[in-house]
């Protein structure tokens, strides 16, 4: 933050660099200043005929950084007239890489590529001159020199937006920028302000415009001069990119020609309403028009700025103008920062606007769809009369888009060569191999087979290059843009990328110390070329420079830089060997002679010895291969052959291929590698051969399927690398003499695949003639299915492994996997196989012919016969391949394209009579061509939808009942669909077009809607989703498996627009009765159907849908809602508070005493299950706001029979509760008249005094309690907790002064969201959750349900008005409810009227409310928008965005507001001027006032605000975060300090400190936390991120002047923390699994841990070293560690402690030990049987051990076993001596040092005491959920109990 501070509000980076002085920057070629006439200032003039050689480069040198972050750059400049100009930004974004961003008006059109962005720029001209008028309307053809008349233009751009948008990826800072000819340039500079040239400080500051919002006027320094009186757009440009406004054809930076709009003129203008002009037509076409716009109208975006004063429009002003401005043209229209898929503004409809007679009709067709932004969502919008617009006003709401972000990340590819297979390299270690896929360099793992990609070339990789220490590769790519790029192979990070002016690269080759590379290639005449590079300073950010260069006319079919010399190479081609030199910038050859061998056609060469420098030239000796077999060996120094060989196959073999060859035909050899022992050739007859220097004879070979292309020997010489030419790479291990293949590939275009989801098998079929069967998990191709006829499209049955294959010639061939034989052939089709699939159930299968045929097939027979064939019924043609058909998921209906391309029809799928066409050519009654089909899929979820893909790019919706259009998606790809497919939950949509890959949102109901993806660097043939939704696979130039990021099926939830709940029930005028579950109720989506319950969210513009059929009417029901409320009048249920059974006085447990001789008494009968009717019911899903509360979920149940203790007889006293809930809602509350303080934790109420810190706790509840509420006068608190096992919630009502609870109510189904009492304490309220939206009212005297109003939609939070007690609101998903009721007599009367939320804030929920005190309401939405409603009037008249967030604490006290979301920010806003902007009158008749908001001031807290409790002035209070944590706040000093701190996640244990005058807690958010025994307060915490803490220890005694505590951890670490410095001091690394159990030895020598994998590690806090390791347990969880101190001479042994552990297999190990001696024994060893464990609700319960604190001698011991008890064992006995019954299974226990008390904990949240000897026990029902956890203090008077998050402090009396 430091480096940021300095750059604020703006550098000037000419002055900050100091250009003049071209100290920091540098200058080449013609650059020079004078005097501008214009500007009345020097300027910097750049010219020269040729951009490159001409510049200013700041900074000085590539490795240096300028180093700014702010978000604009700003450029003062003017291109020079008929000349073009060119200007480079060196971008630095995350992950350390470089993005190049350039402008030119030389470029033609818009390039990019990962690391590089190229934009035409249109220079602007004077005003109304003819260059003007034309560039209006430019396409990219106009790009042309600067004209005569071009102006100063002041060009701002959004780098961050920049980076975002094209490249997906986050701005770092600017790096460098590089002003090339043309130009002339004043300044620039940098800032994270949005600055307006054409506005003076003095309008700005009229306005209110200043720094702090965001915006302001251009400093003047950096300014334009301007005489008085004139405009400032007259005289210069203005650009700002990217465009806002305007809907630019090409992405291109030009002026968005409009008409200038000052900052006066918009306060000066009278606000007039205009109706827009009436279009007639016909009543077809406007029913069509508003059922599009009802479907799928793109919401508005409005643009998003960071102001703290923000001024807010007045709802129903209108914007002045005289006609309806055009959003493609008006700059200051609301949503400019469009995502790609919304490109145009759109304004609610009223009703009114539907039955008006004339429909506005705004329709955005492109001329060319590539030109246009991707995506673009519907564009039919119907508009009713302007709605206010004011840009300077309103800010925009945060753009929802498709999360996660990326959803998809590439994982494997199958894939080998493609422009290439000459080139697969060793990295130095010998684990790892490069090779080529098409477009990627992938380097993989040879033993794992782990694969890391180097993505960046936009064309196949036809070179690679590694230099000697595999550091740095090189990689060129093929095509007419060929490049070269140098990557940090380590790192992964291109580090330089520059053009080789070849137009077909073939060859790299490294020096060994990668200073020099050399490159081979074609030039445009089809010339070799070869070209030296230096590049020794691209590591340290250098650029790359020419060497030498040389055009030749010789055959060069491979060239290497000698290792030993960098500037000296070999070639060799056909008919020549040359030996190169670099001397004086130029590059020589001189030729070999070859004498005879002149004529041969030389393959590739190699260097003796490799690399070894001490190998004088002199000495080295050349290898070279030809295809004739001849080896020449050549002598380097001399440039004379030395030996001439020949090579030849053996004659002793049986190969076929073999035996074609004759006694004198040599080997033709593709690849020749040498190494210091062998020489390793891969030759044309498939052979990788390994030969001795003297080639004598071949001592090893592996046979390859096809030609070997390429051999490689890694460094240490015990592999070597084989590639065959078709597609094939593998190794051969000399050693074993094994060969193993790596990669599998096809070596041409794979036109289609299906997935058996069962197996995980994956079939392709491909260009190249075969089908194969690959292993989705390994990688390894199966099988290989080869034929003379080529296949076209493939599909798997869908449970057995058999699939069908289509081929060229029509044939149809059904193959069985596991026997590769195949079962069925059928010649049907007359054409190529377009379509093939299978039914669901698998019974059928169906194919499709080019020729228009359609077959189907009976698959439940072996012979796969022919049911039906059909004629001319589908499109002709292979365009459609391989996914003409699809079946929907019932497996009833079958889709096709056809008869016509135009046409798609629907048929049944068991007889193929047709049931429906649907014309999409005239779907789209704009279109003036006819749109035709190309992809057909049916939504998995939902057999009513079926999705087309058309020629014109779009996706149609169609019902398939009715053939209507239901919703459709436009310019989805530039280039044509090549596939299309829905995910299996519905939720996901995939398309492909040419080589880009995009996933959408199904439902289309976010802002951006989609995600982009490239690698294929070929079109894309069929793209799917895995069976299992896990995954993507694409396929095309190779196989790419995709991993699929978002939430699997069964955990997805829509958490973005969820679906509306609408109750309708006839009308009446009777009072309701409340609706019971189940009732009739009709859920209503606003997509397409889903499988889950839809969530609520705000209602729509209303459609009438009633011209339309009952099956248009359930496609469309999304579109629909209904907003009736339920009044009612009724007597809740009659619930008496908590219900326990009575118990007895005193509780005994059975004791059995047990004795060598005695035999086993009788086991106790257990108790019969009762039965269990699940009674499964569709329930409603929680909406996305974290508002509303959500009930932890809990595997515990609720004991019903608790044996509670008598009052003043109770064995355990509760002495603190130490944390806070920070999952409720409003859970906390503060008098400050009174001092009042409660909140709750868990299910326990606790009242805090704040001064002495003393507790008092309510107990009444079993949940955990959601929310509370105190009266006025402080004097009565009421607390909601949910019910448990299905019950109402339960409403408690306490007396504050004596703590008891006076009444108590159950009456909402849900978990109760919202509490409040009136003002006079009359009446209180009740919220129910999104399960029972109903606000109850009730009396606080009689505490009778007085009436209730439900709602068809979630309620978040209610609260009276202060002004009047009978005047009531409640927000949530479909806006406020302003309730206001009158008592007469015993009946109460109830009015009720519903506001929406103002289409100003979007479709939103509203989270909180409160009153202010004069009568005006304040709402929260999730989206972070505050609204102001006129309680007279149920009105909002005025919005403003107080946060980023969703705002879920709202609180207002005088003129102040305060503000809590889940951003963590705390504000305080003055809103004293919000009184003086609301109505009087009608709001249409209000006069354009202002008003500010202004933010004083701001904290960040540690969590999400969830509740929050003020002072009359808003000077003090405090505040609860979803942390746990109670924050003091002080605004005066501006101060927040801790009050209660607490876990937010589950605690894994508490321990006392040896003194007691501590205790340490750890949980598994990764804190480990100490706290003062004395005050119950936080002294330290040590946090260790993305780790859970499972188990914590405490030094012995004899540390205890220097404490220190050691904890495990989920990584199997260990750290040491010394208490008194508070800091860590060893960490030690004893496990590779999470820590279960952790001890100090009772002398401190050693500490004993164990892990999850059952190990014992024995380790030093001294040096950190693990001394033993014990495996006696092995393979169980280790859940026990105990130390004691004992002398067991009585046990035969020698020694002073004894230590235990304790396993999940029910085995618990004692061993004696002396660690100063290392002497360690086992001295017993327990098994204690048990049956299997069949009960539900995970694993049986944990075996738990413990020495007895009075004998040390005695074990007990309890675990799942026949019976519920604990065990104690004698070790000098060798026998169980006593056993006490218990009536759960325990979840913890621990045993008092005192008074024979054992505590035990349970799942069923029961803590129980229980006296050892009697048995007598007594049940604790506190804890919210099970027990974790309860510890005994050394002293044995106190207890702690953990559950999940909840830390209870016992006192201990005696039972």
């Known amino acids: ?185 004043k300044n620039m500079f940098t800032s994270d302000l949005l600055l307006d040239p054409g506005v003076s400080f003095s309008e700005a500051k009229l306005l209110g415009l200043a720094s702090s919002q965001g915006t302001g006027a251009m400093p003047r320094e950096m300014s334009f001069p301007l005489s008085k009186g004139s405009c400032w757009h007259d005289l210069y440009d203005y650009i700002r990119f990217p465009t806002e406004g305007t809907e630019l054809p090409f992405d291109s930076i030009q002026k968005a020609y409009s008409t200038p709009v000052s900052m006066c003129d918009l306060i000066q203008r009278n606000p007039v309403r205009e109706e827009p002009p009436t279009v007639t037509i016909s009543k077809t076409v406007q029913d069509r028009v508003s059922l599009i716009h009802q479907i799928s109208m793109a919401k508005p975006v409005p643009r998003s700025q960071s102001l703290l004063v923000t001024q807010v429009p007045e709802v129903g002003l209108v914007s002045s103008g005289s006609d309806v401005k055009d959003p493609r043209t008006d700059p200051y229209c609301h949503g400019n920062e469009q995502s790609p898929q919304e490109s145009h503004c759109s304004t609610p409809m009223t009703p009114s606007a539907i039955k008006d007679g004339g429909v506005h009709v705004y329709v955005h067709l492109g001329d060319d769809p590539s030109e246009d932004s991707e995506g673009e969502e519907i564009v039919y919008t119907a508009a009713s009369p302007p709605r206010p617009v004011n840009f300077s006003l309103t800010k925009g709401a945060k753009r929802r888009k498709l999360l996660p972000d990326p959803i998809l990340r590439l994982n494997r590819i199958i894939g080998y060569g493609g422009a290439t297979t000459k080139y697969a390299m060793w990295t130095k270690s010998g684990d790892t191999v490069v090779y080529p896929c098409h477009g990627i360099i992938i380097s993989m793992k040879i033993l794992s087979g782990e694969q890391r990609y180097f993505i960046g070339h936009t064309d196949k990789v036809s070179a690679l290059a590694f230099d000697g220490n595999t550091t740095v590769l090189a990689s060129g790519q093929t095509g007419k843009h060929s490049v070269v790029r140098v990557w940090d192979f380590f790192k992964g990070n291109c580090l330089t990328m520059f053009r080789t002016h070849a137009h077909s690269l073939s060859s790299l080759s490294f020096s060994y110390s990668g200073g020099v590379l050399c490159g081979v290639g074609k030039d445009s005449h089809s010339k070799t070329m070869v070209v030296v590079w230096n590049t020794s300073h691209v590591h340290r950010g250098g650029q790359v420079s020419v060497l030498a260069k040389v055009h030749t006319d010789v055959d060069i079919q491979t060239m290497k830089v000698a290792s030993f010399d960098d500037t000296r190479m070999v070639s060799c081609g056909r008919d020549n060997i040359r030996l190169w030199r670099v001397r004086n910038q130029a590059l020589r050859s001189c030729p070999v002679d070859l004498g005879e061998y002149h004529s041969l056609e030389f393959t590739d060469l190699a260097f003796d010895e490799g690399h070894l420098a001490d190998c004088l030239p002199d000495d080295r000796t050349l290898f070279v291969s030809s295809r004739s077999g001849h080896v020449l060996e050549i002598d380097y120094s001399r440039v004379v052959l030395k030996n001439v060989r020949r090579l030849q196959p053996a004659q002793q073999s049986n190969g076929r291929r073999r035996k074609k060859l004759t006694f004198n035909a040599g080997i033709a050899i593709n690849s020749i590698c040498v190494s210091s022992a062998f020489c390793a050739t891969g030759s044309e007859d498939g052979f990788l051969r390994l030969w001795p220097l003297d080639f004598s004879s071949v001592f090893l070979e592996a046979e390859h399927e096809g030609p070997v292309s390429l051999v490689s020997i890694s460094d240490d010489g015990l592999q070597v690398l084989a590639a065959t030419t078709t597609g094939n790479l593998g190794y051969l291990d000399i050693s074993s003499r094994g060969y193993n293949t790596l990669m599998r590939s096809h070596t041409d275009t794979v036109l289609g695949f299906s997935i058996d989801g069962v197996r995980r098998h994956l079939t392709t079929a491909s260009h190249d003639g075969t089908v194969r069967v690959w292993h989705m998990d390994s990688l390894q191709q199966l099988y290989d299915f080869v034929s003379e006829d080529r296949p076209c499209a493939v599909a798997f049955h869908p449970s057995l492994q058999v699939f069908c294959c289509g081929f060229r010639t029509g044939a149809v061939r059904v193959f069985d996997v596991a026997t590769a034989n195949q079962l069925a052939e059928h010649k049907q089709h007359r054409g190529e196989v377009v379509g093939l699939a299978f039914s669901p159930d698998g019974d059928s299968m169906f194919s499709a012919g080019s020729m228009g045929s359609l077959v189907l097939y009976d698959s439940s027979e072996e012979d796969y016969h022919v049911v039906r064939i059909l004629g001319n019924v589908v499109a002709r043609g292979t365009e459609r391949a391989p996914c003409t058909l699809t079946v929907s998921s019932d497996g009833r209906s079958l889709a096709f394209i056809g008869p016509t391309e135009f046409i798609v029809t629907i048929a049944d799928a068991h007889s193929l009579d047709e049931l429906l066409r649907v014309d999409v050519g005239i779907l789209d009654i704009e279109s003036t061509s006819l749109d035709s089909a190309l992809k057909v899929c049916f939504s998995p979820t939902s057999s009513a939808h079926l999705l087309v893909a058309t020629s014109s790019n779009k996706i149609l919706w169609v019902s398939t009942k009715t053939g ?15 596939s299309l497919a829905v995910s299996a939950d519905g939720q996901f949509l995939l398309t492909a077009g040419h080589g880009d890959m995009k996933v959408w949102d199904y439902n289309m109901r976010l802002d951006v809607n989609s995600q982009m993806f490239r690698g294929h660097s070929q079109p894309i043939r ?41 109750s309708i ?116 899903v929680r909406p996305d706001c974290y508002r509303h509360f959500n009930q932890r979920f809990k595997t515990s149940s609720l004991l019903e029979t608790a044996a509670a203790p008598q009052l003043g007889e109770e064995g355990l006293s509760l002495k603190a509760v130490i944390g806070y809930n920070g999952n409720g809602r409003g859970n906390m509350v503060w008098s400050p008249d009174t001092g009042l303080f409660a909140y709750s934790c868990g299910s326990v109420l606790v009242m805090e005094n704040l001064h002495t810190g003393s507790q008092r706790h309510l107990t009444g509840h079993s949940e955990e309690i959601s929310c509370l509420a105190i009266t006025n006068d402080a004097q009565k608190l009421v607390s909601a ?3 448990s096992r299905g019950s109402r919630s339960l409403i408690c009502i306490w007396n504050v002064q004596s703590g008891t609870c006076q009444n108590s109510i159950s009456y909402h189904r849900g978990a109760v969201q919202s509490l409040a009492y009136s003002r006079d ?43 009047a007690a009978n005047q009531l609101a409640c927000v949530g998903s479909q806006g406020v409810l302003f309730c206001h009721f009158s008592t007469q007599g015993l009946g109460v009367e109830v009015k009720v009227q519903r506001a929406s939320t103002p289409a100003e804030v979007g479709d939103v929920e509203l989270t909180a409310l409160c009153y202010n005190s004069m009568s005006i309401l304040f709402t929260a939405t999730n989206r972070g928008q ?183 951890y989920s990584d199997g670490t260990l750290r040491i923390f010394q208490l008194a410095s508070s800091e860590m001091e060893m960490k030690l690394q004893p496990h590779t699994v999470p820590v279960t159990a952790v001890q100090y030895s009772a002398s401190g020598h050693v500490i004993l841990s164990a892990g999850e994998n059952g190990l014992v590690a024995v380790s030093s806090p001294v040096n950190g070293k693990t001394l033993r390791v014990f495996k006696d347990h092995k393979g169980a969880k280790v859940s026990t560690i105990q130390c004691v101190t004992k002398q067991y001479k009585e046990f035969g042994l020698e020694g002073n402690e004894l230590w235990l552990a304790a396993s999940a297999d029910r085995r618990v190990s004692i061993w004696a030990a002396d660690w100063l001696k290392d002497k360690c024994d086992l001295l017993d060893w327990l098994t204690f049987p048990a049956p299997s464990y069949f009960e539900e609700g995970g694993a049986p319960p944990p075996s738990l051990a413990s020495f007895c604190p009075t004998d040390s001698g005695l074990v007990l011991y309890t675990g799942y076993a026949l019976e519920k008890e604990l065990i104690f064992y004698s070790l000098a006995q060798k026998q169980v001596i006593k056993k006490v019954a218990l009536h759960h299974w325990a979840t913890c226990f621990s045993v008092s040092a005192r008074g024979q008390l054992i505590a035990v904990g349970s799942k069923e949240r029961v803590l129980k005491l229980i006296q050892l000897t009697s048995g007598r026990f007594q049940d604790f029902l506190h804890h919210s959920d099970s027990l974790q956890s309860c510890r005994f203090s050394p002293s044995g008077k106190f207890l702690f109990t953990a559950a999940y998050n909840e830390i209870h402090l016992w006192g201990v009396k005696s039972l």
Not at 964 to 978: D, E, G, I
Not at 1450 to 1467: A, D, I, K, V, Y
Not at 1480 to 1489: F, H, I, Y
Not at 1552 to 1570: I, K, M, N, P, Q
Request: with cysteine; glycine share 6%.
């Open 1 to 185: 933050m430091a480096s940021r501070v300095w750059q604020h509000p703006y550098v000037n980076i000419f002055k900050h660099m100091r250009v003049e002085e071209w100290k920091k920057c540098s200058k080449e070629g013609d650059v020079s200043t004078y005097m501008d006439k214009t500007l009345k200032c020097l300027v910097f003039r750049i010219r020269g005929s040729v951009p490159a050689n001409n510049y200013i480069l700041v900074p000085k040198s590539s490795t240096q950084s300028l180093g700014l972050t702010g978000r604009y750059l700003y450029l003062l400049f003017r291109p020079i007239p008929a000349k073009y100009f060119v200007v480079h930004l060196d971008i630095g974004v995350e992950k350390g890489q470089v993005v190049r961003v350039s402008f030119s008006n030389m470029f033609k059109e818009f390039k990019s590529t990962a690391t590089w962005l190229q934009f035409p720029f249109l220079c602007g001209a004077a005003k109304d001159s003819v260059y003007e008028s034309t560039t209006k309307s430019a396409r990219h053809k106009l790009v042309s020199p600067a004209p005569s008349s071009v102006r100063w233009t002041c060009l701002t751009m959004d780098l961050q937006h920049i980076l975002s948008d094209y490249l997906h990826c986050r701005h770092s800072h600017l790096k460098s920028v590089r002003l090339c000819a043309n130009m002339v340039v």
């Open 964 to 978: 209507r259009l239901l919703r459709q998606v436009s310019k989805v790809h530039k280039q044509q669909f090549s």
């Open 1022 to 1062: 069929q793209a799917s989703f895995t069976p299992d939704q896990l995954g993507v696979v694409s396929v095309g130039d190779a196989i790419f498996f995709w991993d699929f990021l978002a939430d699997p099926p069964d955990s997805m939830t829509d958490s973005h627009s969820p679906a509306k709940v609408c």
């Open 1065 to 1180: 029930s006839p009308p009446t005028s009777a009072p309701k009765t409340r609706p019971e579950p189940g009732g009739n109720r009709i859920l209503l989506s606003n997509g397409m159907p889903r499988q889950m319950a839809p969530l609520p969210s705000s209602p729509p513009p209303q459609l009438d849908i009633s011209p339309m059929d009952q099956a248009d009417q359930e496609a469309l029901a999304s579109l629909s809602l209904c907003d009736d409320l339920e009044l009612s009048q009724s007597v809740p249920d009659s619930a008496p508070g908590p219900s326990r059974n009575p118990a007895p006085a005193v509780s005994f447990l059975k004791v059995t005493e047990l004795t060598a001789s005695s035999s086993a008494h009788s086991r106790q009968n257990r108790d019969s299950d009762n039965d269990l009717v699940d009674l499964k019911e569709k329930k409603p």
């Open 1281 to 1283: 907790a949910g019910g």
């Open 1321 to 1363: 304490d009359n009446f209180f309220l009740s919220v129910g959750d999104y399960s029972d939206p109903e606000v109850a009212l009730w009396s606080s005297r009689t505490f009778q349900l007085l009436t209730n109003v439900s709602s068809s939609s979630p309620l978040h939070e209610a609260a009276f008005s202060p002004s």
């Open 1426 to 1608: 505050v609204c102001a409603w006129d309680c007279h009037t149920q009105c909002c008249f005025m919005t403003w965005e107080a946060d980023q967030g969703e705002i879920g604490v709202l609180l207002c006290r005088g003129s102040r507001l305060l503000t809590g979301s889940n951003t963590r920010q705390l504000q305080l806003w003055r809103v004293e001027a919000v009184q003086d902007l609301r109505p009087r009158t009608e709001v249409s008749s209000m006069k354009d006032s202002r008003a500010q908001v202004l933010l004083e001031q701001e904290i960040k807290l540690d969590g999400t605000m969830v509740s929050a409790a003020f002072d009359g002035q808003m000077n003090i209070g405090i505040v609860g975060t979803t942390a746990g944590t109670l924050w003091y706040i002080n605004w005066v000093d501006n101060t927040s300090i801790r009050l209660i701190s607490g876990h937010k996640t589950k605690v894994n244990d508490v321990v006392f400190s040896s003194d007691e005058s501590h205790f340490a807690t750890c949980g598994e958010d990764g804190s480990l936390r100490v706290w003062s025994a004395s005050t119950n307060e936080l002294l330290v915490q040590f946090q260790v991120l993305n780790q859970g803490c499972g188990c914590v220890c405490w030094s012995p005694a004899a540390f205890s002047g220097d404490a220190r505590i050691a904890a495990g």
